[in-house]
């Protein structure tokens, strides 16, 4: 029986004669994820074909294996790093977006999208990509860093400090991130919305643009 890891996507076969009626556990070769099985139930009838349920993609792609879709992904995802280093943002965005709809698992799909969203300043859509990569994978540190620039750029204080905190955890050796904490921490009730002056102060800068190519610029 043909199975399928539900965190990266690769297939495998199963074999039925080894599956109890409960069901058995399977660990994925590729990423050792470990899931839940159980012997397919007898069809249903329907005017559906397989080629209409198996491989739900956009585009029509058909029946691609798995492992092909997402050797296709990486592609994508390397050329959008080179549109990046060419700062070719549209071009770069457009890479990144198919990544995502390849993979939406792809370890640098969201967390990318959230940077270049953040480039151009668009912002509720760099929140939005920088959520999904952490809902992906909790320990992104970048996806966790840029996000706490991104709320402290729309003066969400309270939001930046929580997930610079986080960001902390996982690297308690960012002096930066912990400058930015105990800024946050001084002046929070006191801080208006752009209240740059504060910031550069402590040597800070709150242009959540710059700080997003800062802090991602190591992963590209």
């Not at 640098?108 to 760099?126: H, S, V």
Request: glycine share 6%; aromatic share 6%; hydrophobic share 35%.
């Amino acid at each position: 029986m043909k199975v399928q890891c539900n965190k990266c996507g690769a297939q495998g076969n199963v074999d039925t004669t080894k599956i109890p009626s409960r069901g058995i556990r399977v660990s994925c070769p590729r990423c050792r994820n470990i899931f839940f099985v159980k012997k397919e139930e007898p069809p249903l009838s329907s005017s559906l074909k397989s080629k209409d349920i198996l491989m739900p993609s956009s585009k029509s792609r058909g029946l691609i294996p798995s492992e092909t879709i997402i050797q296709d992904a990486d592609t994508a995802a390397q050329r959008g790093r080179e549109f990046l280093k060419r700062n070719l943002i549209e071009e770069a965005l457009e890479s990144f977006q198919k990544v995502v709809e390849l993979n939406p698992r792809h370890p640098d799909g969201y967390r990318t999208l959230g940077f270049i969203y953040g480039r151009k300043e668009m912002w509720p859509e760099a929140l939005k990509a920088l959520e999904k990569a952490l809902e992906i994978n909790p320990n992104d540190l970048q996806s966790q860093k840029n996000l706490g620039i991104l709320h402290l750029k729309q003066g969400n204080f309270d939001n930046a400090l929580s997930a610079l905190e986080k960001a902390f955890e996982l690297n308690p050796n960012d002096e930066k991130i912990r400058a930015y904490i105990k800024a946050l921490k001084e002046k929070k009730s006191q801080l208006k919305e752009g209240s740059v002056e504060f910031w550069r102060s402590k040597g800070l800068s709150v242009r959540a643009s710059n700080s997003l190519v800062k802090v991602s610029r190591v992963t590209l």
